[in-house]
């Protein structure tokens, strides 16, 4: 590991975002065949306030930056000192896509080979649970002065490689770090340097074939990680290969969290039908059963998704994909619960419904129980297929990490309107007053999502 030229680097930042974030100080140690040639760090001014807690973590204020330069007047400088060597950091994908999103906003593109050290000290020590700086620098009795500061903690992983490579057979650690390294295999159908400036934060990705027809819409938390996953030739799979013969350009669209990046992918796919998704496809049959407790003795109603009213979902009940899959439901729920076909308007006619002559109907068809005790049961019966009612007042906007830089999910009833990242284009979005347009896998993608604990996660009531 240590004979080839290495930059070992630490970045301190104004919170965890590549694409909003910005950089406040940059600390590297420079190697080459084993022996330190130099060290480099500065402070820089992000341009934006640095959060209170970011301070308190970092010890870096406002006031430290105030009169440090931009990333611009020391891009080339740091540039200059990146180049040609293998960037080793310590969870590389946060430090590598901040400098990737610095560089890519003065106009350089910086790619590296890069090793990350809690991935290396995974390889190495597979019996140890964590992995975390503070976690390794206590088992390998490292000290570093200044934690949590951008050269102190690059220091730090200089004196941890250091000691790997004193407890470890060079072809051990070779071994290892040629894993972690290995470029993956690049389609010949894309032209060089197109996978080059993939972030690694979250976000949709598109393949594209020949005349630009759209092969597969995929999302990830590490975009360029599950890009590179597809061409990996390791696990190709049958999609995969057939992805890696036709693709001819990728794109993608970053987002500031998972949420958004799912969101964007149900929507994609029902809008571009691109030819090697199955899921999320658009499905104009999509229906449910409207039924009211108030009116029990009315049987279930199908209605279509034209006809889907979020705000009445309360008397809405499953949610299927063909009038086929809604009707097959209600005949097994009568036959689990003992209702009566001709009641439930599966059958016509007078008389004992088929499902009595075969004893699995209680007998509301022939007086044996009331309508009003068949409709009790009936409720009961749906009850696992009820619609969950939206649980907000009206319009809301969703932060998944609860920082106030983060662009702002729109929705309302189950239905995402729109993203925005100010006053000034949510303002824009009221006034184009989009109808809300019920989707069945944005619907499961939120309610998954206000169903599981999410302390971080900021909801903004938003005017009607």
């Not at 959060?51 to 330069?69: H, K």
């Not at 950091?89 to 809690?118: I, P």
């Not at 209600?330 to 002559?357: M, N, S, V, W």
Request: charged letters at 25%; one cysteine or more.
């Amino acid at each position: 590991m240590l004979d080839q030229p290495l930059v070992l680097l630490d970045v301190e930042t104004t919170g965890a975002h590549p694409a909003y974030d910005r950089i406040t100080e940059v600390g590297l140690v420079e190697v080459d065949r084993g022996r330190v040639l130099g060290e480099w760090s500065t402070l820089l001014n992000p341009g934006v306030s640095i959060p209170p807690a970011i301070q308190s973590l970092t010890g870096i204020t406002n006031d430290m930056v105030a009169l440090a330069p931009s990333f611009d007047e020391v891009a080339r400088e740091l540039y200059r000192r990146l180049e040609g060597r293998l960037l080793v950091a310590h969870n590389a994908r946060f430090d590598y896509g901040f400098l990737r999103n610095e560089f890519q906003r003065v106009g350089l593109r910086y790619t590296s080979r890069v090793l990350c050290t809690v991935k290396l000290s995974r390889k190495l020590y597979p019996h140890e649970a964590r992995h975390n700086l503070d976690a390794l620098m206590t088992r390998h009795g490292i000290a570093c002065e200044q934690r949590h500061r951008a050269l102190g903690d690059a220091r730090a992983l200089w004196h941890l490689a250091s000691h790997w490579q004193r407890e470890f057979e060079p072809d051990v650690i070779a071994a290892a770090v040629n894993r972690l390294v290995k470029a993956p295999t690049v389609p010949a159908g894309l032209p060089e340097g197109a996978l080059d400036d993939i972030p690694e934060g979250s976000g949709v990705y598109l393949f594209y074939g020949d005349n630009d027809v759209v092969l597969y819409v995929g999302k990830s938390v590490n975009l360029r990680a599950r890009v590179m996953s597809h061409f990996s030739s390791d696990h190709r799979d049958g999609r995969d290969m057939k992805i890696v013969q036709q693709v001819r350009r990728v794109d993608w669209i970053e987002t500031a969290s998972e949420l958004g990046a799912l969101i964007e992918e149900a929507r994609l796919v029902k809008q571009l039908a691109p030819v090697h998704n199955r899921r999320l496809r658009r499905t104009n049959e999509l229906c449910a059963w409207h039924w009211r407790a108030q009116a029990p003795d009315a049987p279930p109603q199908l209605v279509s998704a034209r006809d889907l009213d979020p705000s009445q979902f309360a008397d809405l009940h499953g949610l299927f994909r063909s009038r086929r899959a809604a009707l097959e439901e209600l005949r097994a729920l009568a036959t689990e619960h003992g209702l009566c076909l001709i009641l439930l308007g599966l059958e016509k006619g007078r008389g004992p419904c088929f499902a009595h002559q075969i004893r699995r109907c209680r007998g509301a068809c022939v007086g044996k129980e009331s309508p009003a005790v068949h409709g009790l049961r009936l409720g009961q019966a749906l009850a696992r297929l009820r619609m969950r009612p939206w649980p907000f007042a009206g319009r809301v906007g969703i932060r998944e990490s609860g920082s106030a830089a983060d662009p702002l999910i729109v929705l309302d009833r189950w239905c995402y309107l729109g993203t925005v990242r100010s006053e000034t284009d949510l303002q824009e979005l009221s006034e184009r007053s989009p109808q809300p347009v019920f989707d069945l896998d944005t619907y499961r993608i939120l309610t998954r999502f206000f169903s599981s604990a999410r302390p971080r996660c900021a909801v903004v009531p938003l005017p009607a």
